[in-house]
């Protein structure tokens, strides 16, 4: 297995950040690494997304987990779990702020060939929490 994560503590509550991560349409608005993000993020939808890091390809993913608030889970990958990839957004609530972690793990028998050909993402989830931060910060 291998994964990325950033997290970040956001001057704002779960209902804000969750407003702004489950807003397709807007991810570009906040996020320079998201291109566009097609669909309705919402339990068991597939929604498409465009990176920066790869704008030539759509990524498909499900929606398998989805706990307004608190938790989204989106899931990706190859058929036959040759190589898969989970998002994980966790918010926690600490006094007036949010934790806000988001956490990506890879596995599959394809992980060792497709890893060496990725872009290093670590630094597009820090732009992505700090983001979301600026624009979460920012509405208050």
Do not use: C, H
């Given at each position: 297995?291998k994964?990325?994560?950033?997290?970040?503590?956001?001057?704002?509550?779960?209902?804000?950040?969750?407003g702004?991560?489950t807003?397709?349409?807007?991810?570009?608005?906040?996020?320079?690494g998201?291109?566009?993000?097609?669909?309705?993020?919402a339990?068991?939808e597939?929604?498409?997304?465009?990176?920066?890091?790869?704008?030539?390809?759509?990524?498909?993913?499900?929606?398998?987990?989805?706990?307004?608030?608190?938790?989204?889970?989106?899931?990706?990958?190859?058929?036959l779990?040759?190589?898969?990839?989970?998002?994980?957004?966790?918010?926690?609530?600490?006094?007036?702020?949010?934790?806000?972690t988001?956490?990506?793990?890879?596995?599959?028998?394809?992980?060792?060939?497709?890893?060496?050909?990725?872009?290093?993402?670590?630094?597009?989830?820090?732009q992505?929490?700090?983001?979301?931060?600026?624009?979460?910060?920012?509405?208050?």
């Amino acid at each position: 297995m291998k994964s990325y994560d950033a997290s970040s503590t956001i001057q704002a509550g779960p209902d804000t950040i969750w407003g702004i991560l489950t807003d397709a349409p807007n991810y570009s608005a906040w996020d320079s690494g998201v291109i566009r993000v097609e669909g309705r993020i919402a339990q068991g939808e597939t929604i498409k997304v465009v990176s920066s890091a790869n704008p030539g390809r759509t990524f498909p993913v499900k929606v398998t987990e989805f706990q307004p608030g608190r938790r989204m889970v989106w899931s990706g990958g190859m058929p036959l779990g040759l190589f898969k990839g989970v998002r994980t957004f966790s918010l926690s609530p600490e006094g007036g702020a949010t934790r806000l972690t988001v956490r990506e793990e890879y596995t599959g028998p394809l992980l060792g060939m497709i890893w060496k050909s990725m872009p290093d993402l670590g630094p597009s989830f820090n732009q992505f929490v700090t983001g979301l931060k600026s624009r979460a910060e920012r509405g208050r």
